[in-house]
């Protein structure tokens, strides 16, 4: 149970500081920051897919929620640098 709930607390830590990362860039303007609005758009259109698809194999919440925080990592890991 401690593991659920300290994957919880990473994944809204991590979707916070991604969001902090992703808000700078955005207002640094420039072509960096139409690039990542496109891919904010992009990214989210395809996760309301992906979390369709896995409600309707059935899968559990925390399983879409495992998946959808590796995407947030991903946003991460690209934004830090």
Excluded: Q
Aim: aromatic letters at 6%; charged letters at 25%.
């Amino acid at each position: 149970m401690i593991g659920f709930w300290r994957h919880l607390l990473m994944f809204s830590t991590e979707s916070s500081c991604v969001i902090v990362l992703r808000t700078i860039k955005l207002a640094s303007g420039g072509p960096p920051a139409l690039d990542e609005a496109c891919r904010i758009l992009t990214e989210k259109a395809v996760a309301m897919g992906e979390s369709s698809v896995r409600a309707a194999r059935g899968k559990s919440p925390v399983a879409m929620a495992f998946a959808y925080r590796r995407t947030v990592r991903e946003n991460l890991r690209r934004l830090s640098r």
